[in-house]
């Protein structure tokens, strides 16, 4: 299938999208038919399904990136390398899933829950819950090398691979130490507000703004003054796209978001709005929170107890002016940025999609 092609002008989201769908599923699909090995095109199908179905915010920020700068040609290539990100991204969140041991991802059962039932019947309960999460590992791994197998076909040339290679690198090192932040804090909950937001810089602004950015307008030859303008727009973007993930994590419509809005409540994560909440919290609140707050059995009665305190300590209006106010200096910053105009219009629109949205 032949990748659709990115005309210039106003810059397409919905054409971007379309292509890195068909750059992945052309892969796959390859992969299923050349590649010998038993079980293989089971694998690739599993990790088809569970790549169809995402937002492609970063392929999308990578396009636009490239795009900014003066991007015009080589559309297959940047194309590819945003497909990339998408596939590291399944890697991550396939280890995420596993990690917070989640049910549900995008509405439907999460890897290592679908490999699980495989084994349903014929092992041991905790045979099949190791089969599913040991397997999960092993499709996250193979997704991990493929989005290095995506970025080396490409065909970039050796100029844009070394300057491309330095911020992928950075990229996953910065991710991981997110998530190692967040794993960390998990279940330690705390007032120290300023804590869960350097957890989101690693975790989301690098990671899912900043970086994408800059690895689309390093194939297009960038310069440092474009870098430092996309870092000025996507640090507090970036910040108010994972603040208002966390909203949703506690208030949000699981039919939108695909997510019980209890995992994160049962997990303990240490968010910025638990966070403001124990800082203006009495002292029956904050114990109240401490109790419910990462028991894995919490429900939804007990999610409402914790709802009504956000309430009261005025935490959710807090993280809500948060968002705005970041939202606000994301936009400032393409002020006097050297960007083309078409994507500066794009860029309004993605702070838009990051911070407004229900799923």
Known sequence: MATPTLMPGRLDTDAVRESVDVALEDFLTAKARTTPQHHLPYLSGLLKDFLSGGKRIRPLLCVTGWRAVGGAEDTEAVVQVAACLEMFHAFALIHDDVMDDSDTRRGRPTIHRTLASLRAGDRRPDQIERFGVSGAVLLGDLALTWSDELLHAAGLTPTQLDAVLPLLSEMRTEVMLGQYLDLRATGELTDDVEATLTVNRYKT????????????????????????????????????????????????????????????????????????????????????LRSLIGNPLLDEKDAATIQEIFAATTA??????????????????????????DAVTALRRIARMATVRNA
């Open 316 to 341: 959710r209006e807090a993280v809500e002016q948060m968002i705005d106010d970041r939202r606000h200096q994301a936009l400032r910053a393409l002020h006097d940025a050297p960007f083309t105009a």
């Open 205 to 288: 602004a690098k990671y899912t703004i900043e970086r994408p950015l800059h690895v689309g307008a390093a194939i297009a030859g960038g310069d440092a003054r474009a870098m430092d303008a996309f870092t000025a727009y996507a640090i507090p973007l970036g910040e108010a796209f994972q603040l208002r993930d966390d909203l949703l994590g506690v208030y949000g419509d699981p039919q939108a978001t695909g997510k019980s809005r209890l995992d994160d409540l049962r997990a303990g994560k240490n968010t910025t709005l638990i966070a403001l909440a124990l800082r203006d919290a009495d002292s029956a609140q904050a114990e109240r």
